[in-house]
């Protein structure tokens, strides 16, 4: 699979994961029960999601010639990745900071973008 096909991939992986956070966050909102529809879908699509990003991303490091020990941007990529992957358990833990994570994960993302497009460090 060439680096591009796998950059698809990431930003198929990006665009589900934010899709699952904004519905679970709007679940925290309006404060709905544990068992309503929507929690499994935002679950899964979540889960589907990082797996995406994750294999995706180190798919495209080995094909542009990264090796280990991977530059600092890399690693904080992985770390926003892990910050992503438990901000679905958190939004369901804290819904009174909804509106926060509403705003915060966006924010999240784009770092992640900026460090893989500026590759500042
Ligand atoms: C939720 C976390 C993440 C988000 C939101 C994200 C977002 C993005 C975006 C938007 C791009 C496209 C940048 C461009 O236009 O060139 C990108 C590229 C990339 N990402 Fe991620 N990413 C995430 C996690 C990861 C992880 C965990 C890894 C490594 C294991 C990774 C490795 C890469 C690589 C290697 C590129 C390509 C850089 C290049 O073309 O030179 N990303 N990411």
Not at 95 to 101: E, H, L
Not at 113 to 119: N, Q, T, V
Request: hydrophobic fraction near 60%.
């Amino acid at each position: 699979m060439s680096a591009l096909t796998y950059k698809i991939l990431h930003l198929l992986g990006v665009l589900l994961a934010f899709t699952a956070l904004g519905g679970a966050t709007l679940r925290a909102l309006a404060g709905t029960g544990e068992d309503a529809a929507g929690r499994k879908l935002a679950g899964i699509t979540h889960g589907v999601a990082l797996l995406l990003i994750l294999i995706s991303g180190f798919g495209m490091l080995a094909k542009l010639g990264y090796d280990f020990p991977f530059p600092l941007w890399v690693w904080l990529k992985i770390v926003i990745w892990l910050l992503i992957g438990a901000s679905v358990a958190v939004i369901r833990r804290l819904p009174a900071q909804a509106t926060t994570f509403w705003f915060a994960l966006p924010v999240l993302g784009a770092t992640a973008a900026y460090l893989a497009i500026y590759k500042p460090f």
